[in-house]
């Protein structure tokens, strides 16, 4: 582990009882040493992972880790409990704690380091070395793999294992590996001449049974090499040759695609999407989360020889990440989300390519553009007016994409690539029969559950070599056309009407709220799932060839508070730095440009950090942005571009005054809590002019 980790950085004596504290203890060594910036950010983001999946695991293990802006170098701390610490695994309290931290620019080959710690994790015998410790130094050794009494653990118990694969191999017919199989293995695998060492054995097996498997977490660095050596494990304990591609935060080595065509079946144990997934089409599949690939890998491994003996070969369409039958913590809304969240990414980037070319063409040719004649009849290389034509025209055709953009990317991260031509389908259908967003997002739902009610239906096997090319795409389409067309296409588009016309007649206190409650949703999560339906909800209205003053307005107090938490933030950092760790003023430098840029998402290393302060203050000052944006009428045709649209801008003098009330607002809010956390520290510390203690902490150990 290279200098990662050192004996000040072991506690054989931890006594925290829960697993904040755990965190907090060994979290303070790493602060000690520098190699940590702020405690508080770190374990911000400490918790905010472990919010997402428990990192307990069976055996009495809890690895607490994350990537953070707060951490300088790739660091390891281990801690041992007497008491155990719950850290959410099935088989009880963990004993070793290993709090793993990686900067947000963690280098391929420190990562590399840190995935080796987590496949020793599977190892009994190193395990076991741990507790039975009795130096600080001597563990932090044998976790760097150094040799030594207890270092050489891991060697020998990995030369044990190896001994024991081979006897096994031996002994039983269709091994993975000659290597691994010894003498015996290779004896057995002699007839059939392969570098495998599969052969026929006693029981007349041509080879044994062949899985590859993918692993990948969230973070990329315990979860994703703990499975692999998990399923490996199990695979040589169940004679079944297991090939196994980490997809983590180091990157990805490919599987040989002739291994891949070899296989017999495919474990995919992943909670992130899984890379270059159409090469395991039409294998029988099992799609599940990365923990079960930790936890129960015998059980994986037997699920796919069921599927293989049963011929359930999966259909391209199904198991798809956000569709996985059983992944711990994903219920319907937390899949509808991941769908919805799907198509608004993809449509995102058409939105901001063709408003913005729209509004260029209303600046070069003014606001009669949209009457213009088309290019492809009428253009002057020495006219502004043409040019300001041809912008336009290509605006609006790329924001003619958005509706079947959106569609068939809601389709996709249900189905995968299959429900993409339904989708788009559906999508281009809602535009005919003016159904609109609201139309886009149906056809989308009903175009992935399509295709994933086909998939799930069995197929013979002749029919399964042209089911994503043929059967798929012409059976889903003519399902959701039908849908469209005859069945749900007219009362969605009524839906739609009414909605527009209800925004064309907001005026007065009306308008005012509306604004009030846009802010609030675009600063509650910092582009997030809220920030994205509110953002989506403005483009929509302005994503036609002449849209409504409302929705100009709405789209303009959507983007000024979406530029509030990052200026405030940069503002506050300028006024009052001391309430700030030096990492948070560095960012605070940035967060000025990401501001005027409309990239709210600047804002998120201090929300991070402090989210009771941040947050709030944030979404206090976006309100009052919107809602001052709304009163003073003014409007945005263009989704994207900060300041730099402003001249754009109806009412832009107002506009620039609501944003700037905004950001004083919230500045001045976090400013004040962070001031009165500050003030009750100083207060349960004593007088700073007589406590030597805490006349003695510098002023950047203030957490803010």
């Avoid at 090469?279 to 129960?296: E, Q, W, Y």
């Avoid at 290393?605 to 206090?620: C, E, K, Y």
């Avoid at 003098?653 to 004040?672: D, E, H, Q, R």
Wanted: some cysteine; aromatic content about 6%.
């Amino acid at each position: 582990m290279s200098e990662m980790i050192t004996a000040d950085l072991v506690d054989l004596d931890l006594s925290a009882d829960t697993r904040e504290a755990a965190a907090r203890a060994l979290a303070e060594r790493m602060l000690a040493r520098g190699r940590v910036t702020d405690l508080d950010g770190f374990l911000a983001d400490v918790a905010a992972r472990e919010a997402r999946m428990p990192t307990g695991l069976d055996g009495g293990i809890g690895i607490p880790h994350c990537r953070s802006a707060h951490v300088t170098e790739p660091t390891l701390a281990f801690g041992r409990s007497t008491a155990g610490i719950d850290f959410g695994a099935a088989d009880g309290p963990a004993d070793l704690i290993f709090l793993i931290a990686a900067p947000a620019g963690a280098d391929e080959a420190h990562l590399t380091i840190l995935s080796s710690l987590a496949r020793q994790l599977m190892d009994a015998e190193f395990t076991s070395a741990l507790r039975a410790a009795t130096d600080a130094g001597a563990a932090a050794a044998l976790i760097r793999g150094e040799e030594g009494a207890e270092g050489g653990a891991a060697g020998a118990a990995d030369a044990e294992a190896g001994a024991e694969a081979g006897a096994e191999a031996g002994a039983r017919p269709g091994v993975a590996h000659a290597e691994a199989g010894g003498e015996a293995g290779a004896e057995v695998g002699a007839d059939a001449g392969g570098g495998s060492g599969a052969g026929a054995g006693a029981d007349g097996a041509a080879r044994p049974f062949r899985i590859v498997a993918v692993t990948s977490c969230p973070t990329g660095i315990a979860h994703t090499y703990m499975a692999a050596e998990s399923l490996e494990n199990a695979g040589r304990e169940a004679g079944v040759e297991v090939v196994v591609e980490t997809q983590g935060s180091a990157g990805f080595t490919r599987l040989d695609p002739a291994v891949i065509a070899a296989a017999d079946g495919v474990i995919l144990a992943h909670d992130v999407p899984v890379r270059e997934k159409e090469r395991f089409a039409g294998k029988p599949t099992v799609d599940t989360g990365v923990k079960a690939g930790i936890s129960r890998p015998a059980e994986l491994i037997a699920e796919v020889r069921e599927k293989a003996a049963r011929g359930e070969a999966t259909a391209p369409a199904a198991g798809t990440p956000v569709d996985r039958a059983g992944a711990p913590g994903e219920g319907y809304g937390t899949r509808l989300r991941t769908w919805l969240m799907s198509g608004v990414s993809y449509m995102v980037p058409f939105v901001a390519a063709g408003g913005l070319l729209i509004a260029l063409g209303f600046a070069i040719g003014g606001y009669t553009v949209n009457k213009a004649p088309s290019v492809m009849d009428h253009f002057v290389w020495t006219e502004a007016d043409s040019w300001g034509a041809l912008l336009f025209q290509i605006g609006g055709v790329a924001f003619g994409f958005l509706v079947p953009v959106l569609a068939g990317y809601i389709a996709y991260g249900m189905a995968d690539r299959p429900g993409l031509v339904p989708g788009f389908v559906g999508g281009a259908i809602a535009l005919t029969v003016n159904a609109g967003f609201l139309g886009g997002l149906a056809a989308g739902l009903l175009a992935g559950g399509v295709v994933m009610a086909i998939g799930r239906a069995p197929i013979p096997a002749a029919l399964r070599g042209i089911m994503p090319v043929v059967v798929i795409p012409l059976v889903s389409s003519a399902v959701v056309g039908f849908l469209m067309f005859v069945v749900i296409g007219k009362p969605i588009a009524s839906a739609q009407k009414g909605m527009t016309d209800w925004l064309n007649g907001l005026g007065g206190a009306n308008a005012v709220l509306l604004g009030a409650l846009l802010g609030l949703m675009m600063c509650f999560d910092l582009g997030g799932p809220v920030n994205k339906v509110a953002y989506a909800f403005a483009t929509a209205g302005i994503a036609v060839a002449d849209p409504s003053d409302s929705a100009m307005k709405i789209m303009a107090a959507v983007m000024a508070a979406g530029m509030v938490p990052p200026l405030a933030m940069a503002l506050a950092t300028t006024v009052r730095g001391g309430l700030f760790t030096r990492t948070e003023r560095e960012n605070g430098k940035a967060a000025w440009v990401l501001g005027i840029s409309f990239i709210s998402e600047g804002a998120i290393p201090f929300a991070a950090a402090d989210p009771l302060r941040v947050i709030p203050s944030s979404m206090l000052g976006g309100a009052v942005t919107g809602a001052l944006s709304m009163a003073f009428g003014a409007t945005l045709r263009a989704p994207h571009g900060g300041i730099f649209v402003v001249p754009l801008i109806g009412n832009p003098f107002l506009y620039l005054v609501a944003l700037a009330a905004g950001v004083c607002v919230s500045a001045a809010s976090v400013i004040v809590l962070k001031g009165l956390r500050r003030q009750g520290a100083q207060d349960a510390e004593g007088d700073p002019e007589t406590s030597g203690a805490s006349a003695a902490v510098p002023k950047e150990s203030v957490t803010a």
